[in-house]
């Protein structure tokens, strides 16, 4: 075994000593590999959100990106970089079809903490070949026209927007199910990003719905005036209702259709041959968004 084989396949050892250094990655530099990313993942599995942001910003400083769509998650995230003094850069996408609520919420935002957000848009030519052909509103008509739409509008964009970064930052938590149960704090990206080089944080996974709701409450964030009127998980204005009692958070979206919440920009996680864990590098899944 070559000595960086024996490197890559050693266990970390104590639970900070990835924190306790910037990565050796980031813009420019060569992208990690699975084996490698899976030890530093697994070493950071008990950090804490502020500890993995500092790290993340110590490791990628502006290549590190927070992708939001402005749910609660997302605003704690923002709070907490804020109160961190990490100047990460903040991206989000506009579909077409959000509900002016989020819209205004990013101006909220934007005035508290003097962010420059930067909106992406969905290429307009694919948007016209889109309701060409399916009709404004042909996610309601089969699983597959949803994620064509949630392609076209969101995906495509999200993917263009994070071309330069090296690592994004998502507002995920396990306690929202499905495939997010199964999440690493860390991931190697390559949903995202099919050439590799792109990491995933994930700083809020094992947070639960009441203690982002409680670190609200305490630092007066502003959040979605939705979640005032019954919503529990917020994306796109048609594909989005009010939660009912007893109902998963993320049953409301797209609620007509009952196969897995996401809408593609979350990598499935399987298994990582012969490294004991698990990394992300399957087909899309996800939607935190
Ligand atoms: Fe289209 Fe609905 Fe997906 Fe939004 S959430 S991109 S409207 S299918």
Redesign the pocket.
């Known amino acids: 075994m070559s000595s960086c084989c024996r490197e890559l396949s050693r266990p970390s050892e104590s639970p900070s000593e990835t924190l306790s250094r910037p990565l050796p990655v980031g813009r420019g530099r060569s992208d990690p590999e699975a084996a490698q990313v899976e030890v530093w993942a697994r070493d950071l599995e008990r950090a804490s959100a502020e500890d993995l942001l500092s790290w993340a910003y110590a490791s990628f400083g502006d290549a590190l990106t927070v992708a939001t769509s402005f749910q609660a998650e997302g605003v704690v995230i923002l709070d907490l970089l804020h109160e961190l003094g990490l100047p990460a850069r903040v991206l989000t996408v506009d ?1 077409g ?1 959000l509900p002016e609520e989020t819209l205004e919420l990013v101006d909220r935002i934007r005035s508290r903490y003097g962010l420059r957000v930067e909106i992406v848009y969905p290429r307009a030519e694919d948007v016209s070949d889109l309701v060409r052909a399916g009709g404004p509103n042909l ?1 309601l008509e089969s699983p597959e026209n ?1 994620l064509r ?2 392609s ?3 995906v495509e964009p999200f993917r263009r927007a994070l071309e330069g970064a090296a690592c994004w930052v998502s507002g995920l938590r396990r306690s929202q199910g499905g495939a997010r149960s199964q999440a690493r704090r860390l991931e190697l990206d390559r949903v995202n990003r099919a050439g590799g080089g792109l990491l995933k944080i994930n700083p809020l996974l094992d947070w639960s719905e009441e203690q982002v709701w409680e670190r609200i409450r305490e630092r007066r964030i502003p959040y979605h005036a939705l979640y005032d009127r019954g919503y529990r998980s917020i ?2 204005a ?3 209702r009010a939660s009912r009692p007893s109902e998963g958070e993320r049953a409301s979206r ?1 609620w007509w259709e009952s196969g897995p919440k996401e ?1 593609g920009l979350h990598p499935r996680l399987v298994p990582l041959g012969g490294s004991g864990g698990d990394v992300a590098v399957g087909p899309g899944l996800g939607g935190a968004q």
């Open positions: 579909t079809r996610f949803r739409c949630c076209v509008r969101k994306g796109c048609p594909c989005t797209w809408c």
